[in-house]
């Protein structure tokens, strides 16, 4: 069975670090696409950052130079380090992996509110 | 990056069906046959339904079907029942995004 269970969100203060971690079951994460995608009530779902198998990643230009996507194989997890946070980053993040271009599974997401 | 569009809300008595339409471009829903749908019950996690515009994953019910008609994606779900009251999301490829569009979301309510 497929799963993907985030944790990490928290309450924390603008310029302040955090560190996101989805633990998957299922499937190999150093074999596939694993993404963060958050939602806000105002801006709906948004990538915010993708770990592609071969390493290579892709950031949203809103958190890119701040956030850092990352994973540990032998944990099967990956993480997105957030740092310099800012109150726009306030959001339910989720971790999803994604196939050709789209998520197909999810994880139930962890809430990240920045306080200015 | 430019949203889909989806009505913010729809809603339906059991047992009927309802339509909800995702609205995008030439460059996304119009060219490309990569549109998903996503059910979603808020505090859980997202649950793909529909992939490449008409595909059910295994153990999603025939009830939910998706279709597309030039730049409009539509997903059909009949015979509505109670637990089909939840947010629905359509995305899809674009050509001019390094990953897909996400439409902003609808709100399907089971009176």
């Known amino acids: 069975e497929v799963r993907l269970e985030e944790s990490g969100g928290a309450l924390v203060q603008a310029g302040g670090s955090l560190r996101l971690a989805c633990e998957v079951s299922?499937?190999?994460?150093?074999?596939?696409?694993l993404s963060w995608v958050r939602q806000t009530p105002g801006k709906g779902l948004e990538w915010v950052s993708v770990?592609?198998?071969?390493?290579?990643?892709y950031y949203a230009d809103s958190v890119k130079d701040r956030f850092i996507i990352s994973r540990d194989n032998s944990k099967n997890t990956i993480y997105l380090q957030m740092n310099n946070v800012r109150a726009e980053d306030s959001a339910i993040y989720y971790c999803?992996?994604?196939?050709?271009?789209?998520?197909?599974?999810w994880g139930q997401g962890t809430l990240v509110t920045v306080s200015s | 990056q430019s949203a889909l569009t989806q009505p913010r809300s729809v809603s339906g008595s059991p047992g009927q069906s309802v339509t909800i339409a995702c609205t995008g471009t030439?460059?996304?829903?119009?060219?490309?046959?990569?549109v998903s749908w996503y059910q979603h019950h808020p505090g859980k996690a997202p649950k793909l339904i529909i992939s490449?515009?008409?595909k059910r994953p295994s153990g999603v019910p025939d009830r939910f079907s998706g279709s597309k008609s030039g730049n409009t994606a539509s997903l059909s779900i009949s015979g509505l029942q109670p637990e089909d009251e939840a947010d629905y999301y359509c995305?899809?490829?674009?050509?001019?995004?390094?990953?897909?569009?996400f439409g902003g979301g609808t709100k399907l309510t089971v009176l």
């Open positions: 299922g499937f190999p994460v150093r074999s596939n696409y």
């Open positions: 770990l592609y198998s071969g390493g290579g990643t």
């Open positions: 999803a992996r994604v196939d050709g271009y789209m998520p197909d599974y």
């Open positions: 995305s899809s490829y674009s050509d001019t995004y390094t990953f897909g569009l």
């Open positions: 030439n460059s996304d829903v119009g060219t490309y046959n990569f």
């Open positions: 490449e515009v008409t």
